[in-house]
């Protein structure tokens, strides 16, 4: 318990401590630990995304709440193994597509570290109810940050955002119009898309 408290203190950045990215709902419900087998590697790539990304989000558009960040690999695979057996709530895909991904204390097959949260951004969620485009908060983050992926869902506008050290750069949705919005390759991936985020703050440094 003592090095559980001590992890949870971590200070990744300005604004964000390890202990609200340990939180997992399947491992509350079930009474399941949440805890990274290698901290340290944990650490580091939480920092990468809490400081090349989360800190940005949150000095221009507010404060950034935390829906879903670290699973360990026994809670992540629980949670996969009770999708997969149909039932619902659970929305996690295999531990090894997780891997540098939502399992953040292990590298993907290719050697890469990464880490990814499910994020809501109030002031947007806001917005986004009174019928802005999610696509405006997309290619806003697409054009300023040094993101790996992201994937939006229908609730709150919230998304997952990753950092990763060998980004793909890839946006998804399950928003109208879903589907791959934008990856490498495609016509639309490069240039500015101001045109989208016009009504959007702008990066706060």
Not at 68 to 77: D, E, P, T
Not at 122 to 133: K, L, N
Not at 143 to 163: E, T
Request: aromatic share 12%.
């Amino acid at each position: 318990m003592t090095s559980l408290d001590t992890l949870g203190r971590v200070r990744l950045s300005e604004n964000f401590w390890m202990r609200e990215f340990l939180y997992s709902d399947v491992a509350n419900f079930h009474g399941m630990p949440n805890i990274p087998d290698d901290p340290d590697l944990a650490i580091m790539v939480g920092k990468r995304l809490c400081e090349e990304l989360l800190e940005p989000l949150q000095r221009t558009f507010g404060k950034v709440v935390i829906r879903s960040a670290f699973r360990s690999c026994s809670v992540n695979g629980f949670c996969n193994e009770q999708q997969r057996a149909g039932k619902s709530g659970y929305t996690c895909s295999s531990n090894e597509a997780n891997f540098a991904g939502h399992i953040w204390d292990r590298r993907d097959a290719g050697g890469f570290a990464g880490a990814t949260a499910c994020i809501v951004i109030p002031s947007f969620a806001d917005r986004f109810e009174a019928g802005m485009d999610w696509r405006a908060l997309a290619w806003w983050v697409h054009d300023h940050l040094p993101y790996a992926s992201m994937y939006f869902f229908p609730k709150l506008a919230a998304f997952n955002l990753a950092w990763h050290e060998n980004p793909e750069r890839r946006i998804d949705s399950y928003i109208a119009p879903k589907g791959c919005l934008t990856r490498p390759g495609m016509p639309n991936h490069e240039g500015c898309h101001a045109e989208w985020y016009r009504d959007l703050p702008e990066l706060m440094g």
